[in-house]
């Protein structure tokens, strides 16, 4: 027979289909099992519009099979089949999509109703055959008709046509798989766990089943016994037609028929982790971006979450088939330890099925997940406090990045989901309750950072507050000095740093008897600062210090923690803290070193060197000269 041209630029255009449209070989499984589907909607459709097709429901089905042997590969389907005209037009037009047809022929109400889900609309899904397959040969038979027709074509040379056997209507594609490369193993194509696995990936959704002859073993008993006369076992292998495909995906199915160990069955699965996770959000979104989602709030941070290697995303399926595996546009980032998946009919997808043709689309169901997720969390943290506090200590530092990503755009969506351990209580408490907590005379939301709790409880500038019954915030992640500079204020109470800023507790008259202790020792605050050789940009009389004899802050924009973040990015300019030693004008050590600057200035020298390093370590920084510092010190136990 007469090779026929395919009736367009070819060569071209299946050269792109090949090597441009896909991203992932395998995704000519997803393609035909999806033409596969659409032509048994065609005749499920068909059987209930007319009363001759006696076709019952349970009795569609996709076959897939595997010859090793023969290295083909055949897709077959009982659904509405093809005649020769139409072999010729939907096979050997390439972009016309016989599907994309019918569905336009449908109601407005059909269409709502989804009596029928047809899946293909541009006609070339059927080409990424040739991906991996030297040849293709459609064996179709028509419903209603006795003979049948085979398409055969090597690509973009042509195609033929011409008579064929089929026993029932229905299409049989068989791909005679490519010879395997240095590069390439075409043959894995053949191989049934590989394909059980595209399968459950790609198509686990197709509301009808995919059968494959699934090789499994089974024991049996021989004639024989062992030593104990116990009869031996020995095991045989069989194969056994197996449904591959879940067809209904649990976000499908109403409320009331999926429990709560349904989800979290799925969730362990699906993500492969064994524990149960902290929340479950279904989501059925109508109107014009209908869709619907089953998300989970994991129980403890996956591995990697915190690198540049994490993939954050949520899996997108159209119509039952998967189309993204992890869509990063579905989730902000500050929530993207968010698992889950998206389903929606109407998406607009391009060429592939691979990507989105319109992000509008897309932003409109991220906005809508957003929300959600913002919701539940609120809910979690108001009538599920334990189970938040959990969560927080997971995946707490996420949100903090989130408040300061952007520029602070998204500071009043998540500001209310910050919490924060402090002086006063034993369980970690959000910027509302502590403010909530304030005792009147209190003006400023007090807080102090350090590496630990431990080392933060341990500042000198906190006895002051102490004293007062003032609550301090403690902070101890190293984004946490930038998400207050973003925050700002809350509920109109300012933010201060018990290490930078003026605690304003003193009374006028304190004040005053503090601004003269100053001036009274005018000389000897010089005096160590010029020891320090430039170390610090002031020395004072303190205000804030109880029973310690000195304490680090600082003045300016830069505070001592962001200091201790710039020295730990790689890099040789660093950013410095205009350092101020602070001393108590009230301790005894403080008379020592007054005595010793009227009396030996060397002695007094030392003095102010060993109190900058305690200030320096009480401060959490490292002191540049350890050794140095222990001579100081032991020279004065001499």
């Known amino acids: 027979m007469a090779k026929k041209q395919f009736k367009t630029e070819s060569k071209r255009i299946l050269d792109m289909m ?75 037009v390439i972009a016309r999509s016989g599907s994309y047809a019918f569905k ?43 003979t049948a027709n085979a398409w055969e074509s090597t690509g973009a040379d042509g195609y033929t046509v011409s008579p064929a056997e089929r026993a029932e209507a229905g299409t049989d594609v068989i791909l005679f798989i490519k010879p395997d490369t240095e590069d390439e193993r075409y043959g894995d194509y053949l191989d049934t766990y590989e394909l059980k696995r595209i399968v459950k990936k790609y198509s686990d959704y197709i509301r009808f089943p995919i059968v494959m002859d699934v090789e499994k073993s089974r024991p049996v008993e021989s004639g024989e016994v062992d030593e104990d006369g116990k009869k031996k076992t020995t095991y045989e292998t069989y194969t056994e037609a197996e449904t591959v495909n879940s067809m209904v995906p649990i976000w499908q199915r109403p409320k009331s028929e999926v429990s709560d160990e349904d989800c979290c069955a799925f969730y362990k699965e699906k993500y492969y982790d064994n524990e149960t996770p902290l929340k479950v959000i279904r989501i059925e979104a109508e109107g014009l971006i209908a869709f619907k989602a089953m998300l989970f709030i994991p129980a403890a941070v996956p591995y990697g979450y915190y690198t540049k290697d994490f993939e954050k995303g949520l899996q997108l399926y159209s119509n039952g088939v998967m189309i993204i595996d992890k869509c990063a546009e579905l989730l902000p980032e500050h929530f993207r330890f968010v698992k889950g998946v998206v389903d929606s009919d109407n998406l607009s997808l391009n060429i592939s099925r691979e990507l989105l043709q319109h992000d509008k689309q897309l932003r409109v169901i991220a906005q809508n997940i957003e929300k959600r997720i913002k919701r539940e969390l609120k809910k979690m943290m108001e009538d599920e406090p334990e189970t938040y506090d959990k969560f927080y200590k997971q995946f707490g530092l996420q949100l903090k990045y989130g408040v300061v990503s952007d520029f602070g755009a998204h500071r009043e969506l998540l500001s209310d989901l910050l919490m924060f351990a402090t002086a006063k209580s034993d369980k970690l408490v959000t910027l509302e309750e502590y403010c909530n907590a304030m005792p009147e005379e209190q003006k400023y939301i007090y ?6 709790i431990a080392k933060v409880s341990a500042l000198p500038q906190i006895e002051r507050l102490r004293a007062k019954d003032f609550d301090v915030l403690y902070m101890t992640d190293e984004v946490d000095e930038f998400v207050v500079e973003i925050l700002g204020q809350i509920n109109d109470k300012q933010f201060k740093n018990v290490s930078r800023d003026d605690l304003e507790l003193e009374t006028e008259e304190e004040k005053k008897e503090t601004e003269q202790k100053n001036e009274d020792n005018k000389a000897l605050l010089d005096f160590v600062k010029e020891t320090l050789g430039g ?40 950013v410095k803290a205009q350092r101020v030693l602070e001393l108590n004008g009230d301790h005894a050590v403080f008379a020592q070193l007054k005595n010793a600057f009227e009396a030996d200035r060397e002695l007094a020298a030392k003095y102010a060197k060993i109190l900058y390093s305690q200030a320096l370590l009480i401060a959490g920084f490292p002191l540049e000269d350890p050794a140095g510092y222990s001579e100081l010190v032991c020279g004065l136990l001499r």
């Open 18 to 92: 090949i090597n441009s449209v896909y991203t992932h070989r395998e995704i000519f499984l997803r393609e035909l099992i999806s033409n596969a589907s659409d032509a048994i909607d065609k005749l499920a459709y068909r059987a209930l519009t007319d009363e001759s097709v006696k076709t019952a429901r349970e009795d569609f089905r996709i076959q897939i099979k595997p010859d090793k042997d023969a290295r083909t590969l055949t897709i077959s389907d009982n659904g509405i089949g093809m005649s020769a005209d139409e072999l010729e037009s939907n096979l050997g």
């Open 447 to 452: 807080y102090a950072c350090g590496e630990n």
């Open 535 to 574: 170390e610090v940009s002031a020395v004072r009389i303190s205000h804030k210090l109880v029973s310690h004899p000195v304490c680090l802050t600082s003045e300016g924009s830069v505070t001592l923690e962001m200091e201790k973040y710039f020295a730990s990015i790689p890099g040789e300019n660093k």
């Open 104 to 146: 336009n022929d449908l109601t407005d109400k059909e269409k709502e109703d989804k009596t029928v889900e047809i899946i293909g609309q541009f006609g070339v899904g059927f080409y990424s055959a040739f991906m991996v397959a030297e040849k293709v040969r459609v064996v179709s038979r028509k419903f209603g008709e006795d």
